[in-house]
Every structure is written in C-alpha cells, then in structure tokens.
C-alpha cells in the first residue's frame, strides 16, 4: 500500500481535515482550493493519493485545533524558549519537521489566530493555517512524529503562554495581509499570508 495513503488516513481518521500538497513542497497547491476542500472523508483522502500517490500532506488547523510550530534552528532557536513552559504543558503529539523543528498539536476550545514569532522562534498555526503533515518529504528529508502521544487538550498553561501580553505584542494578521488561496508561491510559512515590507512589497512568512 502506498506509504503516503496510509499517512494520510490516519490523518483522517482522528478526523483532522487534510489536502494534498505538490511533491517536494510546502506551499505549491493542487486543489484549487485547501481551505474550502480539506477533508477528512476517507474515500476522498483516498481518491486524492491514489491521483497523486507522492503529494505531501497538508494539515489545516483552526476549529478547534492548533499547531505551536518550535523553530530549531542557528537563527531561531525556540526550543530553549519553550522549555521553562513546556513542562507545564500537556503531554501532547509532536512532529518533527524536514528542517528539525517540532509542531506541538492541542486542541482548543476557543479560536485561536495565527501568529508570527509569538516569542523568539514560536509560532502559532490556528484559524485559516495549516502545517505540513507526517510523512511529507521535502529535499529527501521526512516529517515524522517524534511523540506519538493522543492530541491533548489545551490547559491553562498552553492558554497563558499563547496570550502573552509582556514585553512586544504579537503580530496577528489583517486581511490585506493575505493572498488568495490556492496561489503558489515560493514563500514557506503555510498560512497563504505575506509579510508586508519596507519597500512596500509583499514577502512570504517561513515556513512550517
């Protein structure tokens, strides 16, 4: 059986609402568009891999479900910024990434938006975001999940770390932010949003 098939099932069977990404990629779309077509309905999860049996997985988060995505990297390094926090945490399903970061999924009982560099090397994937699922492979390197632990719901914890108010607000992102779905573009971070720039152009977040 195919190997991505399978990945993307069990997506669907815990009921997330996934789609299909182009091979090798991040943001390059198939559907026409993710955020109207993301399902969980096994027959089209299984009729998507079967036309396109190396299409990376798309996970769209918001309704209830949330990625905090931890950069691990030189320039980002919010694995040290996490660990005062996570301890408090719910123990919770973790994806590693391509690049090495993790992607801690919770559940939630309110909408939480997206947000860029809620501290140091965190983001947030909530309402109109998604992630890239296990599985994928991007430059010959896979997602895959490092804690294969049960969503876990949200706690008071999570909730104050996500709200912070100290020190610099948070950038949350406006309407004219955004571009139309199903674009492709080169940019990484999996929300279709451009970061506005001092040139007055638009550049694309990172990725996830």
Same mark, same amino acid.
């Given at each position: 059986?195919?190997?991505?098939?399978?990945?993307?099932?069990?997506?669907?069977?815990?009921?997330?609402?996934?789609? /299909? +990404?182009?091979?090798?990629?991040?943001?390059?779309?198939? +559907?026409?568009?993710? *955020?109207?077509?993301?399902?969980?309905?096994?027959?089209?999860?299984?009729?998507?891999?079967?036309?396109? /049996?190396?299409?990376?997985?798309?996970?769209k988060t918001?309704?209830?479900?949330?990625?905090?995505?931890?950069?691990?990297?030189?320039?980002?390094?919010?694995?040290?910024?996490?660990?005062?926090y996570i301890?408090?945490?719910?123990?919770?399903?973790?994806?590693?990434?391509?690049?090495?970061?993790?992607?801690?999924?919770?559940?939630?009982?309110?909408? !939480?938006?997206?947000?860029?560099?809620?501290?140091?090397?965190?983001?947030?994937?909530?309402?109109?975001?998604?992630?890239?699922?296990?599985?994928?492979? !991007?430059?010959?390197? *896979?997602?895959?999940?490092?804690?294969?632990?049960? !969503?876990?719901?949200?706690?008071?914890?999570?909730?104050?770390?996500?709200?912070?108010?100290?020190?610099?607000?948070?950038?949350?992102?406006?309407?004219?932010?955004? !571009?139309?779905?199903?674009?492709?573009?080169?940019?990484?971070?999996?929300?279709?949003?451009?970061? /506005?720039? /001092?040139?007055?152009?638009?550049?694309?977040?990172?990725?996830?």
């Amino acid at each position: 059986m195919n190997p991505m098939l399978d990945q993307a099932l069990n997506y669907a069977q815990e009921h997330f609402k996934i789609f /299909p +990404l182009k091979v090798n990629s991040k943001s390059e779309q198939i +559907l026409k568009s993710w *955020k109207k077509e993301a399902t969980d309905d096994l027959h089209q999860v299984q009729t998507w891999w079967r036309e396109y /049996p190396d299409a990376n997985i798309g996970v769209k988060t918001g309704d209830g479900f949330i990625v905090i995505v931890v950069a691990n990297n030189n320039e980002r390094n919010g694995k040290e910024i996490m660990e005062p926090y996570i301890e408090k945490f719910p123990k919770a399903k973790i994806v590693r990434t391509s690049n090495d970061d993790w992607h801690v999924y919770y559940y939630v009982d309110r909408d !939480i938006p997206c947000q860029i560099d809620l501290y140091e090397g965190i983001d947030i994937q909530g309402e109109g975001g998604y992630v890239v699922g296990a599985g994928s492979q !991007i430059d010959g390197r *896979k997602y895959f999940v490092s804690l294969d632990a049960p !969503i876990a719901k949200a706690n008071d914890a999570v909730y104050d770390f996500i709200n912070r108010k100290d020190k610099y607000p948070t950038k949350q992102l406006k309407d004219y932010e955004k !571009i139309y779905e199903g674009k492709m573009v080169s940019g990484t971070y999996l929300v279709d949003e451009f970061y /506005p720039q /001092p040139d007055g152009g638009m550049g694309p977040f990172r990725t996830c």
